[in-house]
């Protein structure tokens, strides 16, 4: 999903519960959520970057608390504590704050858009994401992914509250028919968002781009 991670790790396996129709996740069945222990042998050292929970949110709320402790307490290992750092991204985010955070992790959440598109998502609301997030004050990232049609005023606002350490950018890879922004508009929106922050794009944002000379290389 990150091309600026090392590697994912997924202990908490299975179907998610918010559906997104665009998440690759849609096209298989992955069972019953379980949390699989037999990870917790894995040697978590090899990354500086680990994207924990990629496959699914493992804090959304038919999550158990035990599971989501279980994870944390293993990423505090001291094996890992001074080589490694954690990425969390959760559509629930507020449910990060119900447990310890954890020093060597950045916690993110993904906000497509800062409008309303019905049929999309059964994950709590945008809104309601960026407004959990303005609240910490931790590591933080914000993923824009796949991107939506939006206003850009609004959601340059909502960045700002948020005051992640980069934002990630990346379109809709699997054709799903979302309403998306135009070339032009996207092009101002992400030269107004590097004055905010670190913006990384994603090279699946080129086809809505049309003329990747029109972003500056990203890092």
Do not use: H
């Not at 040697?43 to 949110?57: E, H, T």
């Not at 004055?195 to 781009?209: A, D, G, M, Y």
């Amino acid at each position: 999903m990150y091309p600026w991670v090392d590697y994912t790790w997924n202990p908490i396996k299975g179907n998610c519960k918010y559906q997104c129709r665009y998440c690759y996740n849609q096209r298989f069945d992955f069972g019953e959520l379980r949390l699989d222990r037999r990870c917790f042998s894995d040697d978590l050292s090899r990354g500086k970057l680990i994207f924990v929970g990629s496959s699914n949110d493992m804090w959304a709320d038919n999550v158990p608390d035990e599971w989501i402790n279980s994870v944390l307490d293993y990423c505090r290992g001291t094996q890992f504590r001074f080589t490694t750092t954690f990425l969390f991204q959760s559509k629930n985010p507020i449910r990060f704050g119900e447990f310890s955070f954890l020093d060597n992790a950045i916690y993110g959440t993904t906000i497509e858009t800062n409008r309303i598109y019905p049929g999309v998502s059964l994950a709590p609301s945008v809104n309601y994401r960026a407004s959990v997030m303005a609240d910490y004050k931790i590591r933080k990232m914000v993923g824009i992914e796949p991107v939506m049609d939006f206003d850009p005023q609004p959601l340059l606002a909502w960045i700002r509250a948020i005051a992640p350490e980069f934002v990630s950018i990346g379109a809709d890879s699997k054709k799903c028919d979302l309403p998306e922004p135009s070339a032009t508009r996207l092009i101002g929106f992400i030269n107004a968002l590097r004055s905010l922050t670190e913006v990384r794009t994603k090279s699946n944002l080129n086809r809505l781009l049309k003329e990747t000379t029109c972003l500056a290389t990203s890092a």
